[in-house]
């Protein structure tokens, strides 16, 4: 069982920068490959990118490449999401989600996985 708990979500201007933080529970945090995702109002949650249990390796979602940046102290049990340049259209509810390093599935699908925070909500001012 993983317990995950996002913060830093705020208001910004455009161009801004915010840097999120996902806090976890249990000692097997290093087994778990972490993700990002968002769901802006009256869309589907979508991913933002993932990144494996040791740090080697990250995909994120074209939209996002060049601006934010996803990392993971296993020693501290927290995944960052460092989002630079920030747009409007990155205003949605930030979601951190989990899934065990051995299960298959699609790492851009949220139904792969299986543990998500409560959300942190960013606002992107024009």
């Known amino acids: 069982q993983v317990q995950l708990v996002e913060s830093g979500g705020g208001l910004v201007q455009a161009g801004g920068s915010l840097r999120l933080s996902c806090a976890a529970s249990?000692?097997?945090?290093?087994?778990?490959?972490m993700g990002w995702f968002r769901q802006a109002p009256g869309k589907e949650r979508e991913f933002v990118a993932t990144?494996?249990?040791?740090?080697?390796?990250?995909y994120y979602t074209d939209s996002v490449k060049g601006r934010f940046t996803i990392s993971r102290d296993n020693a501290k049990n927290t995944v960052y999401l460092q989002m630079n340049s920030l747009k409007p259209d990155d205003t949605a509810v930030y979601y951190c989600?989990?899934?065990?390093?051995?299960?298959?599935?699609?790492?851009?699908?949220?139904?792969?996985?299986?543990?998500w925070g409560q959300g942190t909500q960013v606002t992107v001012s024009s």
């Open positions: 989600a989990a899934r065990p390093i051995t299960k298959n599935g699609s790492y851009y699908s949220s139904k792969t996985y299986d543990y």
């Open positions: 990144i494996s249990w040791s740090n080697s390796i990250t």
């Open positions: 249990g000692r097997t945090f290093s087994s778990y490959r």
